[in-house]
């Protein structure tokens, strides 16, 4: 019988207009989960004075999305390798959207906590659920180039929040900033129209036409006969994902990727949150101390894209490890630098491994799970890891209220940086879904999750 491996045939297309299409829709959802993650960052200086909030306060408030974020990315994660990525991006788009914007009529920090927590559920589901549905249908020759310009994204959207402070809070206060987060409720029906649902989820309910129709929108020039019958390169059966972790020697490979995401991200946000504050503390105006948000970014994004492209051609593995170790030596030479113009320099510099990192290492576990747990590889190891993300304020807090230096601080901030190469470099590649793929095919596995007509 004639049959088609959907896997492989979305693999080897070319890129089209669908893809276009699809990298538009992602390239959006993360700009504002980007935007609205960095948003506390850019507000943390007015709204500590207005609530007289001390520096462990602050670095508490700061954690509640971080909260969320761990609940929300294995949550929807699950969820979307059960029902579908689709209905999960607008779910999480929905939450962090609504409940960010709630944020800005807060009448004091307890109330906007709550608002944070669970606009946190919907900033920890977003990106594994975009990321993964992007990597479901992107063509494998650029499929890590493609995924790191939608990262690009989370970068602009965490420029855009200290930009728009920079603009806005010194006339209008500090919570217009939130108010901007409900953009995305706006263009989500257009969104979520055009948006295609995984490929295993269409075989896995039995919708053969849609996914008919979604192949021959990834390749119109290939004719596919009536009678073909599809199939997966893996399982697409109902049990429970979460399995798929550990099974088939990925078990230590799941454990390293969630120990270099958790380091990581008490370097990232414990930066991130604290940044403008540190600044301010150094000697710098608010606008100033804004600014090296916004330069921070400008740096992720030229790393995140340069460092994609290069992951389609060489190791991701390699080009991670060495990310980390130059946010480490990054961070040393900030703590030993004392000149105002360097000091951009090197945050520019820092933006490369502190964000662009974060984005590859997702990139990474994407393509390093098969697609029936690709959501739940990437919520799983950013919501253990997020614990990392939680403390990195909380830490930062603590420091700033036992009175070190700036300096001191920097120092600090390079510990995570080695401690996540570490991990990256224990990643066992050998049993990457890419890498094994060929040999399964070879000594002829028989392949679950087919469709007849």
Not at 380 to 385: H, I, L, R, T, Y
Request: proline letters at 4%; aromatic letters at 12%.
């Amino acid at each position: 019988m004639n049959q088609l491996n959907v896997s492989e045939f979305i693999a080897t297309s070319d890129f089209r207009r669908f893809h276009f299409l699809l990298l538009i829709i992602g390239f959006f959802c993360v700009i504002f989960d980007g935007y609205d993650t960095a948003v506390f960052g850019a507000i943390l200086p007015s709204m500590m004075k207005e609530w007289h909030l001390t520096a462990v306060e602050a670095g508490a408030l700061g954690s509640y999305s971080l909260f969320g974020m761990l609940f929300g990315a294995f949550t929807f994660g699950v969820l979307a390798d059960r029902y579908g990525r689709k209905r999960m991006v607008a779910v999480t788009v929905i939450l962090f959207s609504l409940f960010t914007a709630l944020g800005g009529i807060a009448p004091g920090p307890k109330v906007f906590g709550f608002f944070r927590f669970m606009a946190g559920l919907g900033l920890g589901g977003i990106l594994p659920n975009a990321i993964a549905l992007l990597t479901d249908y992107s063509p494998k020759k650029t499929r890590t180039t493609i995924t790191a310009i939608v990262f690009c994204g989370y970068c602009l959207g965490g420029m855009l929040s200290p930009f728009i402070g920079i603009l806005a809070i010194g006339n209008y206060g500090w919570r217009i900033v939130l108010w901007v987060g409900a953009l995305p409720l706006i263009f989500l029906p257009l969104a979520y129209r055009y948006m295609p649902e995984s490929s295993f989820i269409l075989l896995r309910e039995g919708r053969r036409e849609e996914l008919l129709a979604v192949l021959a929108r990834i390749n119109p020039a290939r004719k596919i006969d009536a009678e073909v019958r599809l199939y997966e390169e893996h399982d697409v059966s109902t049990r429970v994902p979460l399995a798929g972790l550990f099974g088939e020697g990925r078990a230590l490979s799941t454990v390293m990727f969630t120990a270099a995401i958790f380091f990581h991200l008490i370097l990232g946000y414990g930066l991130i949150n604290w940044l403008p504050k540190l600044m301010l503390e150094a000697g710098f105006s608010m606008n100033s101390s804004l600014m090296f948000l916004i330069v921070l970014q400008c740096g992720a994004i030229v790393g995140t894209v340069v460092m994609g492209y290069a992951g389609d051609h060489y190791s991701l593995k390699r080009i991670l490890v060495g990310m980390y170790l130059l946010g480490s030596v990054t961070m040393v030479l900030f703590a030993l630098n004392r000149n105002a113009t360097l000091a951009y320099v090197l945050i520019a510099v820092a933006g490369v491994p502190v964000v662009g990192a974060m984005n590859l290492v997702q990139v990474y576990i994407s393509q390093f799970y098969p697609a029936f747990v690709r959501s739940t590889a990437m919520g799983f190891s950013s919501s253990v890891g997020r614990v990392g993300g939680m403390l990195g304020p909380l830490l930062a807090g603590w420091l700033v209220d036992m009175s070190f230096s700036i300096h001191s601080m920097f120092f600090a901030f390079a510990i995570p940086g080695v401690l996540s190469a570490i991990s990256i470099s224990a990643v066992q590649h050998r049993y990457s879904t890419d890498r094994s793929r060929k040999g399964q095919a070879e000594v002829g596995m028989r392949l679950a999750g087919e469709v007849e007509k």
